[in-house]
């Protein structure tokens, strides 16, 4: 594993790395400045700082400081750029078809703005009712990434599940599809692990 972009590869193929409490540095990404990747007793620092520096940061707890609020904040002031939050990371292989009628939109929307401040090749649809919103767009190391928003009449009648089980069908040459996801949007994570994407971990992204 050399880059980011194999490592993502591994976690969609279902290939997760040794629970050996290794912190394994390697270069930054396209997309971001730095990214945290972390799993069960492994992880990933991808930013350009020498490995040195993250040995002794992480020695006192391999398995906690990765993505510990401390050694965040270290980062930041050494790279010059601020963490995001802690998300949840899930991935879902293509599906068959859509499952949902969706229309092909352009928008100004909030959510929209953030996809297209985060990611590249922003494609948006709606539901016909305009109660659904669906962004794909490629992120972090070129990754197809979505995301949803299901207007506040409209929830709690599964359209949030059938969004994102729809853009499973909506990605380009049949590549996976990754989630990032607040841990205390409990709905979203739900909606989600019910469509059959599959957490793999938990990362903080360093903006590009």
Known sequence: MTLLPDLLDRLAAGDDPPADRSVIVLPAP????????GGSAWH???????????????????????LGARFLAALADRIG???????????APPAAGPGLDLVPAELDHPRVARALLHRTDVRIWTTPDGCGLLTLGRGVAG????SVEVDAAARGRGLGTALVAAAR???PGGAPLWA??????????????AAGYRPVGAESLFGA
């Open 30 to 37: 396209s997309g971001a400045r730095a990214v945290v990747v």
């Open 44 to 66: 990933v620092v991808a930013a350009d700082v020498d490995p040195s520096w993250v040995a002794g940061q992480v020695a006192p707890d391999p398995l906690a400081l990765p």
């Open 81 to 91: 750029v601020e963490p995001g939050v802690v998300d949840a990371v899930l991935v």
């Open 143 to 146: 990754r197809w990434e979505v």
């Open 169 to 171: 069908w909506l990605v």
């Open 180 to 193: 990032q996801v607040a841990p205390a949007n409990t709905a979203s994570l739900r909606a989600f692990l």
